[in-house]
């Protein structure tokens, strides 16, 4: 995976990178915005889903990821990150 | 750093569990800095003080009379003070206090006494009434604030375009938030009889308050600066717990508010993040505040620093205040012997711990009243 590839093709929904970037992230699923003092927890695909949209920004390939690890079908998939990336951007304000 | 050997006099050693004064942890900050030697002399206004009974932070513990009782009185009861304790610094911790201190700075030079104040314009600028304009000046939001002379203005406010819920504030101190005129009312009538007039309203904000306390050295620079989301609050809307953070937008503000008045001395920036996302300014409070000790939780001894300044001392480079750092608050009680409360309101203060060189003095009530001996 290119670490620096930035698809923004889903840029309106997604939380931005940048400001995903400032989260500390415990491995434990704890996770804090040093900016404004929140803080959440995430279970293991949450802390996934999190992690990659930190570095990346395309919507198509996290789904084609999580489809090879979930029995879900894309379209689930996809109701379920939309959903978790519209709690994300409220969270850090975005 | 050398070691700081000097008798510091703190005030607001009140800590009431719902509105606390912050003398205690200032106290509690310079006591667990390796750097600070010296001993520390508690002043309040109330026997009850509980900071006045913390032998763990304070050495000597004194009433002082409360500042409505005029320069004459406060010099009166801090000189003998001085005479028994030979105060080297003075650190005021009320806002109340601070015109009174600055008055009288000419004293405390000729007693010896050193410290680190606002002049008396710079104490001005940041005023409650002031706020709109000193915001406006560094580009800050602040919700409107109306200076109020009488009770009846709480029934018409909604054709001058006010509407509850509403802010009720003291120039000093007291913030009440209500929701109709009768409350309005009851809150102006409270504030006025406490702290006089004038008495404030400001216009509610939604939103999460975010707190910065920094020391500042008179030039415009703003040192060490700490910040804190309130995490849970107090009836009083004081912080029982909170987070350290970091936010350039807040840094920033805070930065061009203390440019503004080149403000001398600790100060605490008191802002609430609008439902838009907007700091806006609430108040300038011109001491610590009594989350102080979280500066010494993220390597910032924020006291330590007042004192460096006060003598002089190079400032070391800072650490980066560490984010995610909390504090959460709580309430003990300290087992107080009779003969140490009588101390107080009899003789107007006590020695927590024997002077240098003077040996421990035990009395009576100490050798016979612990508590663990009195269990049957």
Request: proline share 6%; hydrophobic share 40%; with cysteine.
């Amino acid at each position: 995976m290119d670490e620096h590839k930035q698809h923004d093709n889903h840029g309106a929904v997604l939380p931005s990178a940048q400001a995903l970037r400032r989260l500390a992230i415990s491995e434990s699923g704890f996770v804090f915005d040093p900016m404004s003092g929140h803080h959440f927890t995430v279970n293991e695909t949450g802390l996934e889903i999190l992690r990659y949209l930190q570095k990346y920004q395309d919507l198509d390939e996290l789904l084609a990821l999580l489809g090879q690890e979930y029995s879900a079908g894309t379209r689930e998939l996809e109701r379920d990150v939309l959903e978790f990336a519209g709690m994300l951007r409220k969270f850090v304000g975005d | 750093m050398a070691s700081i050997d000097l008798t510091v006099a703190i005030t607001g050693m009140n800590a009431r569990a719902d509105n606390p004064g912050p003398g205690v942890a200032v106290a509690r900050c310079l006591r667990d800095a390796p750097e600070f030697t010296g001993r520390i002399i508690g002043l309040g206004y109330d026997a009850l003080d509980p900071g006045l009974y913390l032998r763990e932070y304070c050495d000597s513990a004194y009433l002082l009379p409360y500042p409505s009782a005029g320069d004459e009185a406060f010099m009166t009861s801090l000189r003998a003070i001085h005479e028994s304790e030979k105060i080297d610094i003075i650190l005021p911790c009320l806002d109340a206090e601070l015109p009174g201190m600055v008055r009288l700075t000419p004293q405390f030079d000729e007693m010896g006494i050193r410290y680190f104040l606002p002049t008396p314009e710079q104490l001005r600028l940041r005023n409650k009434d002031r706020l709109p304009e000193l915001a406006r000046h560094a580009g800050i939001h602040c919700p409107e604030i109306k200076t109020v002379t009488h009770s009846g203005f709480f029934y018409q406010c909604q054709e001058e375009g006010w509407s509850y819920p509403m802010v009720v504030k003291g120039l000093f101190y007291g913030a009440h938030i209500v929701h109709n005129a009768d409350q309005a009312a009851d809150a102006f009538r409270e504030i006025a009889a406490q702290w006089g007039y004038p008495v404030l309203v400001q216009r509610m904000v939604e939103g999460e308050e975010y707190n910065l306390t920094a020391v500042c050295d008179g030039s415009g620079s703003m040192l060490g600066e700490v910040m804190m989301k309130k995490m849970a609050v107090t009836d009083k809307g004081k912080a029982w717990s909170g987070v350290s953070i970091f936010d350039q937008t807040l840094y920033d503000a805070s930065a061009a508010l203390i440019k503004a008045i080149n403000w001398r001395g600790p100060l605490e920036v008191e802002v609430m993040r609008d439902n838009t996302g907007h700091y806006q300014l609430i108040e300038i409070n011109p001491r610590f505040p009594a989350w102080i000790y979280l500066s010494a939780g993220v390597g910032r001894n924020l006291p330590l620093i007042l004192l460096q300044l006060i003598l002089g001392e190079e400032l070391a480079p800072l650490p980066a205040a560490r984010p995610g750092v909390l504090f959460i608050r709580h309430a003990l009680e300290n087992i107080v012997q009779q003969s140490e409360f009588e101390a107080v309101i009899m003789n107007g203060g006590q020695h927590l711990n024997p002077l240098p060189g003077a040996e421990p003095v035990v009395t009576a009530d100490e050798t016979t009243a612990q508590p663990s001996r009195n269990k049957p």
